[in-house]
């Protein structure tokens, strides 16, 4: 998903404490789909309550926002809008690979092979307009805002932290740097040990901070250039050229300077070039927003998630106590201000 420029961008750790009284505008269609991945039964299964209905997000959002706002930071979660139409390429093969998933994931269940079965269910996650709503109204629930995107989540989450209503993005991705975020925050939702693909070892997760001016000056590049760069490799819009990756792909924009220079060289073309370079310089965004973080709503938060989702009250309960003594805490921090 996204482009694949970040082993070239410049990472450090990040703790929570650094990030107190700090505003994450949060890619919520990146965050709900890890989610999906990650919280799932040995055979690969996700939870689902007692009408077979999925609540992996749920119980994502519940416990991870909980501590997100306990550790002092101040969530906003940015949903997806309407894709671009340059996307609908990307998204047709995402669907034929969810679904050959799948199918792997069924036939992997059948043979009893339960470490196939966990690997394809991953890939199976799909984030539909019903886990979105549902998403939302926990949200609500908990006091935590979220934003419509016009288009694209990441773009409006960039725009948020331009405009200085946010300061950092959170997503996994790394379009965000080309739709001008000056910070991202990867690994916010999910840490801990992660699973390296195809070996039987494990690394720490924790998240990490990726500064855009830091980085462009590291590759001594500037962002019109990343934008190239990341087209030499691909993106969400488009396939990028044959057999250039982010370290050929620097070399080329080092050389040439431009897309356009590259692309006579390689004697190539992308299709849509000027269309996917406007969309990433002047991304589709709203400003009708607003960002109030306000009381945890205990009894809506036991009825959605415990009456109509069969979630444990006590956990629940101990959710909101949590989430009502870190609001109250955060208030009290704020009133010094005034």
């Not at 926990?138 to 016009?150: D, F, R, Y």
């Not at 959170?170 to 001008?180: H, K, N, R, T």
């Not at 990867?186 to 924790?206: F, H």
Request: proline content about 4%; overall charge neutral; hydrophobic content about 40%.
């Amino acid at each position: 998903m996204g482009t694949a420029i970040g082993e070239l961008l410049q990472k450090k750790n990040i703790g929570f404490s650094e990030l107190t009284n700090q505003i994450v505008a949060i890619d919520a269609f990146n965050t709900l789909h890890q989610f999906l991945s990650i919280i799932r039964q040995r055979d690969g299964s996700p939870l689902q309550d007692s009408k077979g209905r999925i609540t992996s997000h749920l119980s994502g959002l519940l416990y991870r926002t909980t501590s997100l706002v306990e550790a002092g930071i101040r969530p906003v979660f940015v949903f997806d809008g309407k894709p671009p139409e340059l996307k609908a390429e990307t998204l047709n093969k995402r669907k034929e690979v969810r679904e050959s998933a799948q199918e792997r994931w069924e036939n992997a269940k059948e043979e009893g092979d339960l470490k196939a079965a966990y690997k394809h269910a991953q890939a199976s996650s799909k984030v539909d307009a019903q886990i979105v709503e549902e998403a939302k109204y926990l949200l609500s629930t908990m006091g935590i805002p979220s934003v419509q995107a016009p288009s694209e989540g990441e773009a409006q989450a960039a725009y948020m932290v331009l405009k200085k209503d946010a300061d950092f993005v959170a997503s996994q991705d790394y379009d965000a740097f080309l739709f001008g975020a000056p910070a991202v925050i990867r690994n916010l939702a999910v840490t801990g040990k992660r699973k390296l693909p195809g070996k039987n070892s494990y690394v720490e997760v924790e998240p990490e901070l990726i500064e855009l001016e830091a980085s462009l000056k590291k590759l001594e590049i500037n962002r019109e250039q990343l934008i190239d760069l990341a087209l030499c490799v691909g993106t969400d819009f488009n396939k990028g050229l044959e057999r250039v990756g982010p370290k050929t792909a620097l070399k080329l924009i080092k050389k040439h300077g431009d897309i356009y220079g590259i692309l006579r060289e390689k004697e190539a073309e992308i299709e849509g070039l000027e269309e996917i370079r406007t969309l990433f310089f002047r991304p589709p965004a709203t400003k009708e927003y607003e960002l109030k973080w306000k009381k945890p709503d205990r009894e809506k938060m036991l009825a959605f998630l415990c009456e109509e989702h069969d979630f444990s009250r006590a956990r629940v309960e101990k959710a909101y106590e949590r989430l009502k003594e870190a609001s109250g805490a955060r208030q009290q921090t704020l009133d010094q201000w005034f």
